[in-house]
């Protein structure tokens, strides 16, 4: 199946090639007709698997650009999320040559300004849903002509404190507007809600996604307090290309990245509690690789499609399997491999049995001798595997330390 086949125009076509997109994905091949269409539709699929095109392409098939109103809102749940959904709808238009022109509304940044920018009229708005709202209850955000409402990562936005604002931005809309719901999550959390705002609602699922195969799964055992080390020692072990690490709290992920830097690892810290414009440092010094080491809450990372992610560490343990599937799906994209390491306590070891069981994955025990890793035994309350081949070292990439001073030739 191809996009051509799939009613997608030359002009877009020709654009998802120059971004070198040339096969549609599993979530694409069932949403675009059933979107194209005029549907409403609640899309499955885990992140990384082409959501936000299964959704974009349609809309840019249902605009009209010789109209100068907004005729798209797509709501995502953090600014990061915005930014990317937006950046890709500029480089779609871009590529194909349309005159498309999509505004992003978050916060931190000036209302006036927005306002001035709502002014020449977007083709599509993407926000976050409280600065949207504000917007359209100031009536500077014109909402009758939309024809698209897109409410990204669904089953956040439509839990109980994130409903008020997405009510209101619905009933700012035409009846007749076309609803899209997105997730990585299936719908049954939130499907009373989407019983009541989409009644004939299509839920299309690529299936359950499996764990990639080529994510090497690791744990090792270590007291709390010396989590922020063993990561540190970890670091320097594998030599990631490009790592995340995983943590609850925005607290955590500030003092994990501050002693780091002690050590000189670079490393940056990704929350909610961020202001907007050092969030967004953080993600272009990751994406760029200025920094090696991106320290993110799940909050703040949810959504988030980064390409060239070799490592995950987990510093705190995912309270669920479905969440640790989330976060080590990050690494290991179109066909790489990828590492994933957990660190945890002796009373967070039954979890690894959960896991494996739930998952059907194999988590090898590892341990560390003198700066090198090393397969260790199971652990009682853990899975009952041996060893296995642990995370080796990779070849070429150079230290994510920092050298305390300039080296004159590398070993």
Request: hydrophobic share 45%; with cysteine; glycine share 6%.
């Amino acid at each position: 199946m191809t996009f051509a086949e799939l009613a997608v125009p030359p002009d877009l076509v020709a654009a998802l090639a120059k971004q070198a997109i040339t096969e549609p994905t599993a979530i694409q091949i069932a949403a675009l007709p059933v979107l194209l269409a005029g549907q409403d539709a609640y899309l499955n699929a885990e992140t990384g698997t082409g959501k936000t095109l299964a959704y974009l392409l349609p809309i840019f098939c249902r605009l009209d650009v010789t109209l100068a109103a907004t005729q798209a809102v797509i709501v995502a749940p953090t600014h990061e999320l915005a930014i990317q959904i937006q950046r890709q709808c500029c480089d779609l238009a871009q590529h194909a040559g349309w005159p498309v022109r999509a505004l992003l509304l978050i916060g931190g940044t000036s209302t006036e300004r927005q306002i001035d920018k709502l002014k020449k009229h977007p083709h599509i708005v993407v926000g976050s849903p409280g600065r949207i709202r504000e917007l359209i209850d100031l009536r500077k955000l014109k909402a009758q002509a939309v024809r698209t409402v897109v409410i990204d990562e669904a089953d956040r936005l439509l839990a109980a404190e994130g409903l008020p604002a997405i009510q209101a931005i619905l009933a700012a809309t035409p009846r007749g507007r076309q609803l899209i719901f997105a997730s990585a999550t299936d719908a049954q959390s939130c499907a009373a809600t989407l019983a009541t705002l989409a009644p004939g609602l299509v839920t299309l699922r690529t299936g359950a996604a499996p764990v990639n195969e080529n994510i090497e799964h690791l744990y090792l055992v270590c007291e709390e307090r010396d989590k922020p080390t063993m990561l540190r020692k970890l670091l320097h072990a594998l030599l990631p290309e490009r790592a995340m690490v995983f943590v609850h709290r925005a607290e955590t992920a500030r003092e994990v990245a501050a002693k780091l830097a002690h050590h000189k690892i670079l490393a940056a810290d990704l929350h909610a509690s961020l202001e907007k414009r050092d969030r967004k440092r953080a993600m272009d010094d990751f994406r760029r690789a200025a920094v090696r080491v991106l320290i993110a809450s799940d909050v703040a990372a949810r959504g988030l499609d980064i390409k060239g992610v070799t490592h995950v560490f987990n510093l705190d343990v995912p309270t669920q399997s479905l969440a640790y599937l989330h976060r080590v799906g990050r690494t290991a994209r179109a066909g790489a491999q990828g590492v994933a390491v957990t660190l945890m306590t002796a009373a967070e070891l039954p979890r690894v049995r959960r896991y494996e069981k739930e998952l059907g994955i194999v988590m090898h025990p590892v341990g560390l001798r003198e700066g090198r890793l090393i397969a260790a035994h199971a652990h009682p309350g853990a899975g009952t595997h041996g060893g296995g081949a642990p995370g080796r070292r990779p070849r070429g990439p150079a230290p994510i330390a920092q050298p305390a001073r300039p080296a004159t030739k590398r070993a």
